[in-house]
């Protein structure tokens, strides 16, 4: 049985938010849901989202979720948040209250996250519910549309979702349309005296390759239903709101970790809570071996810039720094060393991971590098629209760094694409240095 | 201050999102036993053997990099040493050398589903039947059907009978208008009543169909080879596990030739080693003389399967081509199933070229609606061959 009651709940909420408040805070007011373990995992399943739409995929992350739940593969997170205007979260009711007071003060280190981190600018929180609650709302009707259905909206999710990643990466900074970038560039060649624009084709479509695939997708087929582009647009859509989380995982799980355990130290925790609130916590923000832990992460590096530069430059620095920007400005030589990280890659040859760098002198510099690489979007190829030939032909590039992609995986993402596109789709890229199209 | 609520939804709100994706699951199954069923681990097992079959997991793709030597990772080592070159993790399990196989491919979602050969003919035999069942003066074969079986007033949503429903709301609202608590000129709606609801009723009934025997004649001469006999052997075997399936009482009778024709049991039929020459009338006489003797064309529907690989001494070609034309008359349907690619078989090292033809083109001619001919040259080409014969919707 739980060893808690709403009013206590209530209680332990009142001080947290005191607390919050004196810490300078200042956080969306916080919607607490209490729901059963299979509640729970349908709230993962569907991105946290109450109101997400409906399909297949999220059928079945429910279903893995729940086996490995079952099989004591994995647990259950303690929180989760949404970014909303109030932010959302829920509250199991199978934990204990140890784990409910950290939960609640962590959420609340999210939500002032969300409310203050510049790459949260452009999220509208106050309608993002009512925002998804009218998709799903919307691919509902075209599932039982009798003239689309479940079969031909599939169809078009499917595809959209192998490309929903390939959106731009520069959250709170606004798309120019087409109209607009194309007085931008006319302007420039009128006042062009260096004759670098002489070669430049006004006409040409995009006029700069456009890495919002999606939406050039959805803005220049001109054979797509209405449904199938609000389809297109809906994906595009939740992916816009989500990449700034995918941009700030370190720093916001890091930050909400050293607001819960600066809360929870103040709160004064009777005993019996307080060993329980150590061993969670102690667990939450461990070092997971040969990976990265990005609460752990995050969390020793906003403690490092405390200890040095005091809270206040930590409240500042939660404001203005992405991932990128956070561990590239703030992961410095001591820290890697603390951390002991390393990176490596695969070896072909003897099918093994081998090490290749440490965080010694001057490796460690390599090291930070090799994981900025990897956070965030960065782990997610870079595909633009390079051109729409008069023959509707879509001419996709990858934007290689070096790293080549998986081509197996590249193939099947390629005839998803050619399912959305009416015309012929054209793909290029390089693979051992050399270009590969297909 | 947080609001807090205690929130109660029954409804699974996952529910049809895991049941779509569990259909997507089963459609692939019923997919890769298409490529399951004709490996050698399943032919000849008996009913309750079970059999495992891989099945592709419905993944989802995206573009990702590979794992090369320039796309490094991170991890964190605390408190251990590391350096650098040195190797971590386990090795990768090597792959096997034929690299095209499902599921080899790293980072493939697979299931694999144990299953008895018995449920795998229900997978695969659900909608195919033997084609052009008459009705004889024997009945034996009993299948069972669901038939209609009249109206009900309750039942399942989807055998709702609209028209049924209709009938009994139009009669309700006419004995009301006599009975004068409706009044049809006030406008108001008459609407439906639970009462009126019909349903479709099925119940399923044992099917008398009439009596049937099939022939099984495979050529195990010395020119089949190892490979050949497999495919020929491979195409017996599902036929017969087909047939168990589907018809709970029919004659099976197995016929093997070479020069000569010998009526043999299962057993032997599938395992027997081949040897000699081909003369394949004598393994269609054989069928006729059976006939003669225990099947009489007017009680039995009887159906005829040639396997073998069409080499046949060339002074017996018009003797089998007018053995078929005979058989083809007392047969409902007759089948030919030539194994063995066709090419090769050309101009082999002691042919003479054009005496040499093989017995698909002399029994071009035969080719009608009841005399059917198939070509197994390798053993993906069994299936498809198999829905073609018993009419599967494909």
């Known amino acids: ?438 | 201050m947080s609001t807090f609520r205690e929130h109660k939804t029954i409804a699974d709100r996952a529910a049809s999102d895991r049941s779509r994706h569990r259909q997507k699951i089963e459609k692939a199954i019923k997919e890769s036993i298409r490529d399951v069923v004709a490996e050698e681990s399943i032919i000849g097992q008996s009913g309750n053997k079970k059999i495992r079959i891989p099945v592709k997991g419905i993944k989802e793709h995206r573009f990702v990099y590979g794992s090369n030597e320039k796309s490094k990772r991170v991890g964190s080592a605390q408190g251990k040493d590391v350096s650098k070159g040195q190797q971590i993790g386990h090795r990768r399990k090597q792959q096997p050398a034929d690299g095209d196989k499902a599921g080899d491919k790293p980072g493939e979602e697979m299931y694999e589903i144990e299953m008895s050969l018995e449920e795998l003919a229900g997978y695969l035999f659900s909608d195919l039947e033997l084609p052009e069942l008459e009705k004889k003066n024997f009945k034996f074969t009993t299948q069972e059907k669901m038939k209609r079986k009249g109206k009900r007033p309750y039942g399942i949503r989807p055998r709702l009978s609209k028209k049924e429903t209709i009938k009994h709301k139009i009669r309700r609202k006419k004995a009301a208008i006599k009975a004068g608590s409706y009044d049809p000129e006030s406008g108001d709606r008459f609407t439906f009543h639970e009462s009126d609801l019909r349903y479709k009723h099925i119940a399923p009934v044992l099917k008398e169909n009439t009596a049937a025997v099939v022939f099984f004649v495979m050529d195990v001469s010395g020119s089949m080879t190892k490979s050949r006999k497999y495919l020929a052997r491979s195409f017996f075997f599902l036929l017969y596990q087909f047939l168990n399936h589907k018809y709970s009482s029919i004659d099976v009778v197995f016929i093997s030739h070479t020069a000569d024709a010998n009526e043999v049991n299962e057993e032997q039929f599938f395992t027997q080693v081949p040897n000699g020459g081909t003369l394949v009338s004598t393994g269609l006489c054989k069928v006729e003389e059976i006939i003669e003797k225990r099947y009489h064309p007017n009680n039995w529907n009887i159906y005829t399967f040639y396997c073998g690989d069409g080499d046949n001494w060339a002074i017996d070609n018009e003797e089998a081509l007018g053995s078929f034309s005979r058989l083809k008359e007392y047969n409902q349907v007759m089948c030919y199933a030539e194994v063995g690619d066709r090419e090769a078989g050309y101009g082999n090292l002691f042919g003479n070229g054009s005496g040499e033809r093989k017995l698909w083109d002399w029994t071009r001619t035969a080719e009608d609606k009841k005399f059917k001919r198939i070509r197994i040259s390798k053993s993906a080409d069994i299936w498809p061959a198999f829905k073609r014969l018993f009419g599967g919707r494909e």
């Open chain 1, 1 to 438: 049985m739980s060893d808690w009651s709403m009013d206590e709940i209530q209680d332990w909420d009142r001080k947290i938010c005191v607390l919050g408040k004196s810490l300078n805070l200042d956080w969306y007011p916080i919607d607490y849901e209490i729901c059963d373990y299979k509640e729970m995992i349908g709230h993962m399943a569907y991105t946290g989202l109450p109101t997400h739409y409906r399909h297949w995929s999220y059928g079945k992350s429910f279903d893995r979720i729940q086996t490995e739940y079952n099989l004591g593969m994995s647990g259950l997170p303690y929180e989760m948040i949404i970014n909303s205007n109030p932010s959302i979260s829920y509250l199991m009711t199978e934990n204990p209250m140890a784990t409910h007071i950290l939960t609640m003060a962590h959420c609340v280190g999210h939500s002032d996250f969300f409310k203050n981190n510049r790459m949260f600018a452009e999220t509208e929180a106050d309608t993002v519910i009512d925002r998804f609650k009218s998709a799903g709302k919307r691919v509902k009707k075209y599932m039982e549309d009798p003239n689309i259905g479940v079969d031909a909206v599939e169809r078009i999710l499917d595809a959209c979702h192998s490309i929903r990643f390939q959106v731009p990466r520069t959250p709170g900074i606004k798309r120019r349309n087409h109209k607009d970038l194309k007085k931008y560039y006319t302007k420039l060649i009128q006042n062009d005296k260096t004759s670098k624009f002489d070669n430049f084709n006004i006409n040409q479509l995009p006029l700069e390759p456009d890495s919002n695939v999606l939406k050039f997708i959805s803005e220049n087929d001109r054979h797509l239903a209405e449904w199938e582009r609000d389809l297109i647009r809906i994906v595009e859509q939740e992916s816009l709101y989500f990449i700034p989380q995918a941009f700030t995982k370190i720093m916001n799980e890091g930050w909400a970790c050293m607001i819960h355990e600066k809360i929870v130290q103040a709160l004064g925790l009777p005993a019996k809570y307080h060993i329980s609130f150590m061993r969670l916590h102690n667990q939450v923000v461990r070092p997971h071996l040969g990976q990265i832990n990005p609460y752990h992460l995050g969390y020793k590096v906003f403690k490092h810039i405390e200890e040095k530069h005091g809270f206040d430059e930590c409240l500042r620095i939660r404001e203005v720094h992405n991932d990128e920007t956070f561990l590239k400005a703030y992961l410095d030589r001591e820290l890697c060393q603390e951390l002991n990280l390393f990176s490596f890659s695969f070896d072909k040859k003897a099918s093994v991971n081998r090490v290749a760098e440490i965080s010694d002198d001057p490796g460690w510099q390599t090291v930070r590098d090799d994981l900025i690489k990897n956070v965030g979007l960065n782990s997610v190829p870079v595909v633009l629209v390079k051109e729409l030939q008069k023959n509707g032909t879509l001419v996709l590039e990858h934007q290689h760094d070096g790293r080549d992609i998986e081509l197996s995986e590249a193939n099947k993402v390629f005839e998803f694409i050619n399912n959305l596109w009416s015309g012929d789709v054209k793909f290029t890229t390089v693979i051992e240095e050399e270009v590969w199209e297909f």
